[in-house]
């Protein structure tokens, strides 16, 4: 029996596209204000203008690292700037959140140009302590991120959970009613 909740990992593409199939091991909660994310929720830019907090379980003693990213940049049709990366948080103590960890790249906000794009929060137990000193991803253009080659260069391994929601660009009557 299939695990029901990498399914929708596998339905959306996220299981290809951004990270190998992998069996959660880490319970994580998305929330953007009061809106719990799920996969394949609908979430507006607007909303998720700040950080969404990011619980995850895990002993005090673990260490996490947090990557969210978007597939689709700068069109689902043609995502030629695929993977870009929006935020990552590491040295996130376990049974925190991740306004407990160290922001490597800081939180963009999703705003999506044209169509629907998934926005994917990927999180990975570190074996090290990540230094702050690493190569970090080019936060001046944020395109072509690879998540697995970022876990490769920080011998994260696999992911232990991962969610994802859909974002499409708004109209400004849209945004005037958040």
């Known amino acids: 029996m299939a695990n029901t909740s990498i399914d929708p990992l596998i339905m959306c593409r996220i299981i290809g596209d951004v990270v190998d199939e992998f069996v959660p091991t880490t319970a994580m909660n998305v929330y953007y204000a009061t809106k719990h994310v799920t996969n394949g929720c609908s979430i507006k830019p607007s909303m998720a203008f700040n950080p969404p907090t990011v619980t995850i379980s895990g002993l005090p003693?673990?260490?996490?690292t947090l990557v969210m990213t978007n597939p689709d940049a700068p069109s689902p049709s043609e995502p030629y700037m695929r993977e870009w990366v929006h935020w990552i948080v590491a040295n996130i103590p376990g049974g925190t959140d991740s306004g407990q960890g160290t922001e490597i790249v800081p939180y963009m906000a999703p705003c999506p140009a044209v169509g629907i794009h998934r926005y994917?929060?990927?999180?990975?137990?570190q074996s090290i302590y990540v230094d702050q000193t690493i190569?970090?991803?080019?936060i001046i253009t944020r395109a072509n991120f690879n998540t697995r080659a970022f876990s490769r260069h920080l011998s994260l391994g696999i992911p232990v959970a991962?969610?994802?929601?859909?974002?499409?660009?708004?109209?400004?009557?849209q945004r005037k009613n958040v």
């Open 120 to 125: 994917i929060l990927v999180l990975f137990r």
């Open 135 to 138: 190569e970090k991803p080019n």
């Open 61 to 64: 003693n673990e260490l996490y």
């Open 162 to 173: 991962t969610v994802y929601f859909n974002a499409k660009k708004e109209s400004i009557k």
